[in-house]
């Protein structure tokens, strides 16, 4: 990990740290905030900023739309800044207003799920481990049929690079690795959540970044 990646992490934190979401916000409202935002600090956009609320949220990549978000809905948010060639992404999923039992249950899952990935993490460990640390439990709460994409990828030059976190990947992590933490569960009619953090592979663990 160089300093150009550190700051573009650091960007990201910054605005990740700011993020609001509001009833009567169009998502591509948004993603606007946020495309300006990166300006500001003297990035730009990693990739297409992904903003979708309610029902939307069930959607993966969820491209912002001119949906208006309407209170009680979450929202699912992925962004990231690219300074000077060098990557950072994060997700998060916000609700707007008071989050009712069903939504605080399934963020409840998503972020124990992500919990036990990221403690899993650590130089010697075959990326297969750290997608079941995640995968399993979910299982365990009878939506495994709701995660339905890997656990998480390095990050660096480009969004999406080497090592995939995934159930077939039997390769080692090795010290020095940039690498994404990100479960997510997807109901269809209902929304989704995902929580994504950039962590650092260290010799016996690993620090997270965002």
Not at 3 to 8: G, V
Not at 96 to 117: C, H, L, M, S, T
Not at 177 to 206: A, F, N, Q
């Amino acid at each position: 990990m160089n300093r150009d990646q550190l700051k573009a992490v650091e960007i990201t934190r910054q605005i990740a740290g700011r993020l609001f979401v509001g009833a009567g916000l169009k998502e591509k409202d948004v993603a606007e905030w946020i495309r300006l935002e990166l300006f500001r600090h003297g990035a730009k956009p990693a990739f297409q900023t992904l903003v979708a609320s309610g029902k939307r949220g069930a959607f993966p990549h969820g491209h912002p739309t001119n949906k208006i978000i309407a209170n009680g809905e979450m929202v699912v948010i992925d962004f990231g800044a690219l300074y000077r060639g060098e990557r950072a992404d994060i997700s998060r999923t916000l609700s707007v207003g008071k989050a009712d039992p069903k939504q605080k249950k399934i963020y409840a899952i998503v972020q124990e799920a992500q919990r036990r990935a990221i403690k899993k993490v650590a130089a010697g460990v075959e990326c297969r481990e750290v997608d079941l640390a995640a995968r399993d439990y979910i299982k365990s709460r009878k939506l495994g049929h709701a995660f339905i994409h890997t656990t998480g990828h390095g990050i660096g030059r480009k969004v999406h690079q080497g090592p995939k976190i995934s159930l077939r990947n039997k390769n080692k992590l090795k010290a020095g690795m940039v690498i994404t933490i990100e479960p997510g569960i997807y109901i269809k009619g209902w929304g989704g959540v995902r929580i994504e953090d950039m962590v650092l592979v260290t010799k016996k663990g690993c620090k997270v970044l965002t």
